[in-house]
């Protein structure tokens, strides 16, 4: 249409020209024949048929009677085929660059797309990679704070955990006490219901947990059990979470999260939750333990929820039989703070040369030592105890020979007359049926330190008594130890002084 | 000449209906395609828009885009196809 067009334009233009010029075109060169510059223009514009189709038109409007026609036919349809050829194969040209252009226009954009998809994805593995780091920071410190803390510390420690690390507005520790989950510690909580303190296990979410070892939510609980939990009272649970044993998987107590913003009661929090009543799991055990091979001994609470512990454990047949000794020293209450902390670390040095310090879980308190045999039965705790007799006869009495009587009991889980557990605890923590033994009269000082002490010259009396020790080292491991301890933590008070004197001088005595 | 006029929201569920939009060119080689009502623009349609300007173009034809919008200028502009492309701005 539009070549249609053009070249009737075209022809019009010259027809008008032709007229202007009297249809004498002499002056032109041929070459600039009005008719050839039309069909070059057809021939650009539209390419080498239309061009043809062109000359062809002119030929017949014009050629008729020319006197150089075979002429005008060569220059116009040559000039038809040249440019036309030549306007087509750059039109093919640039039609082919376009359709380049184009398919690397989609390519472009597509990839652009493949790589914003990818930056978002980048960004949201980063985003995930610091939340894991968030995690794992979070699981250090509750590890590093649960871990650090003391028996009488973690229960504190392990709801201040709670409340920061998930959340929870209020939350509470509760421990087994039998048959019974006791209060330890609770946060978010102005003032703790009474009836919440002490729980007996029963049907609810606690008991629940307890009894399966494990996590449980409220989500989870059967709706037709969902009867009175202390909700009246404000005290409903939503999760809870059992602090089970690291070696025998007895559970030690509860953790339980009672309030905690909406958009935080997730699985995250619950597997967190778990996570954190684990390391309490572990931290109590491993406190225990390290207590008991450190030295340092347990508060009496905490013994006797362990001991319960065990007993509970024991009478369901979970847990091997275990002994109890109880070791009371009236007399050691008037003492003073000195000799007290001497007599302690004897103590615990005397339990460290005959039992294996993992097999003792023991306390001290006021005039009483309680030691916990694990996995120990009747007769071997039976020879135990004659062997720890037999020490405290040798060694305690040497050198504390005013401790006065004291009193020694031996108790078993399998003993005739404790088959409850509370009854076993009662006997054993109270001492309600003590054997009473003796201790030895006072030893006589050597010669030469008796001299040393009259002429108050402690000093040369210590040194004495360290080369008597030194010149005789057949002496027993533990005895020597023991001296030794005493020589050291020695100062000039008299009473410890003298205890040493009694030591060597029993020790000679014995030697010789 | 054909006018075709894309808007909304032009995404991958999308792209199949353009499609059906060049079936209705039957040798047009004059298309003007309507732009102004694009909200968003990815690269399933944007493929779509090139397919029918490749159709055209492979006709010796001409595409006018009237109107882009913003995201499928952005388009444009990451395909490096602004000097290229014949764009009319009302």
């Known amino acids: 249409m539009r070549f249609w067009l053009n070249l009737g334009l075209g022809m019009l233009v010259l027809a008008l020209a032709g007229q202007l010029m009297g249809h004498d075109f002499r002056f032109l060169h041929w070459a600039l024949s009005p008719y050839v510059l039309l069909v ?54 640039i039609r082919h660059l376009r359709l380049v252009v184009a398919s690397q226009a989609e390519a472009l954009v597509s990839q652009g797309e493949q790589l914003a998809s990818l930056e978002k994805s980048k960004a949201e593995l980063l985003h995930r990679l610091a939340e894991r780091q968030t995690s794992t920071a979070t699981l250090h410190e509750v590890y590093r704070r649960l871990a650090d803390e003391d028996l009488a ?12 690390c998930i959340g929870a507005e209020q939350c ?38 307890v009894r399966e070892k494990r996590l449980r939510t409220l989500q989870e609980f059967p709706l037709e059990r969902l009867r009175y939990d202390g909700m009246e009272a ?22 339980s999260v009672e309030s905690l913003p909406f958009s935080l009661f997730n699985r995250s929090s619950t597997q967190l939750l778990e996570t954190i009543a684990e390391l309490a799991g572990r931290s109590l055990t491993a406190a225990v333990t390290s207590s008991a091979a450190s030295g340092e001994w347990l508060s009496r609470e905490f013994f006797r929820r362990r001991l319960r512990a065990e007993l509970t454990a024991q009478s369901k047949g979970t847990r091997a039989h275990f002994s109890y000794i109880s070791l009371r020293l009236p007399q050691l209450e008037k003492t003073n703070p000195t000799r007290r902390a001497l007599v302690e670390r ?21 005039d009483t ?19 720890l007799q037999k020490e405290l006869q040798t060694q305690l009495g040497l050198w504390i020979p005013d401790l006065g009587l004291w009193r020694f009991e031996v108790a078993c889980s399998t003993s005739e007359g404790f088959q409850e557990p509370e009854e076993l605890v009662s006997k054993t923590l109270l001492g309600a049926r003590p054997a009473q033994v003796s201790l030895g ?58 205890s040493e004197h009694y030591s060597v001088t029993k020790l000679l005595e014995a030697s010789t | 000449m054909r006018v075709i006029t894309w808007q909304g929201r032009l995404d991958a569920p999308v792209a199949n209906r353009l499609l059906a939009d060049l079936a209705l060119l039957r040798g047009q080689r004059r298309v003007e395609l309507e732009l102004s009502g694009v909200t968003y623009m990815d690269a399933a349609c944007f493929g779509v828009m090139m397919q029918l300007i ?5 006709r010796n034809g001409e595409v006018v885009l009237r109107s882009p919008s913003p995201p499928v200028w952005e388009k444009l502009r990451e395909g490096q196809l602004l000097e290229v492309v014949k764009t009319e701005v009302k």
């Open chain 1, 346 to 366: 004897a103590l615990k040095l005397i339990l460290q040369s005959i039992l294996h310090p993992e097999d003792v879980r023991g306390y001290w308190e006021a």
């Open chain 1, 369 to 387: 030592l309680g030691v916990l045999l694990l996995g120990t039965e009747a007769a071997p705790a039976q020879r135990l105890s004659q062997d």
């Open chain 1, 234 to 255: 404000g005290f409903m649970r939503l999760m809870a979470a059992p602090i089970l044993h690291a070696g025998s998987g007895a559970v030690l107590g509860v953790l």
């Open chain 1, 172 to 209: 509470s520790l509760y421990l087994m006490e039998g048959n019974s989950l006791r209060l330890a510690m609770s946060k978010g909580w102005t003032s703790t219901p009474e009836e919440a303190r002490t729980l007996t296990l029963g049907d609810d979410l606690l008991s629940l947990a």
């Open chain 1, 441 to 498: 009269p006072a030893l006589e000082f050597p010669p030469e330190v008796a001299e040393l002490k009259a002429r108050r010259q402690p000093e040369l009396a210590l040194d004495r008594l360290r080369r008597l020790v030194q010149e005789r080292p057949k002496h027993a491991p533990t005895r020597h130890l023991l001296i030794r301890t005493y020589l050291e933590s020695s100062d000039s008070d008299a009473l410890a002084l003298a």
């Open chain 1, 40 to 93: 070059i223009a057809i021939a650009l514009e539209h390419g080498w048929i239309e061009a043809c189709v062109a000359a062809l038109a002119v030929l017949g409007l014009t050629g008729s009677g020319h006197p150089d026609l075979r002429f005008q036919v060569v220059l116009l349809l040559g000039s038809a085929l040249f440019v036309g050829g030549l306007a087509d194969r750059n039109r093919r040209r």
């Open chain 2, 54 to 58: 490749r159709l055209v173009w492979t």
């Open chain 1, 153 to 164: 510390r973690l229960p504190s420690a392990v709801v201040d955990v709670v409340a920061e």
